[in-house]
């Protein structure tokens, strides 16, 4: 009676163990890996609206700019430039491939990379008021072998400081205002 109470409270321990051991793995395998500047995931960016989109030709990509609440809001008022302290905006690409089903349509193919810049002009002084993020691969791997990888950012993006040392201009919204 006893060794089967015993039995019994070893296999249940032994189910909880491969339980709890499960769920941790699997939140492990869920976490993404800061990017060697410190700069942690947003993971939330797949609810981000859209401000604009853009096409690459030389290396065959679509990508589409997204922000968060306080860069669209930022957006939605013409008030870009600076953008506000919070903004955060991303960019995501995709290989670029033909619809099958209409010749000279092209959609989004496998998913390259996930990019972020965040506004804090005080916190990110020393890379033009901004913190630069990349993550590449459907495994979200950080980019960079130290936290110099955002010197390359910020010499592509030192040509705009004219619009905040960003590219993209909001695209108009029929119906949306500006
Ligand atoms: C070779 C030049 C180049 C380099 C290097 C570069 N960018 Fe950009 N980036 C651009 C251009 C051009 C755009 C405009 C939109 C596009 O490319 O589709 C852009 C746009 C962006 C945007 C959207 C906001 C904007 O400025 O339009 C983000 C976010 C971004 N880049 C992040 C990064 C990060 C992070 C790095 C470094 C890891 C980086 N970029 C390095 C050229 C560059």
Redesign the pocket.
Known sequence: MISNVVRWLAGASFLLAVTVGMALGQGGAGKVAPAPNGIVFYPDYPNWRV??????EDNN?L?T?LGNDVAIAAARAGNTNPWPDGSV???V?WKRVPLDAFPGAFVPGDFMQV???RKDKVKFAATLGWG???WKGMDLVP??KDAS??Q??????TP?AQ?D????HPARLGGGGK
């Open positions: 401000l604009a989109v853009s096409h690459r990509s990508r700019i905006l991303a960019k690409s990019e972020f810049m630069f993020a990349r980019y960079g990888f955002a390359e950012c910020v010499a592509c993006h705009v619009s040392f960003v590219f993209t």
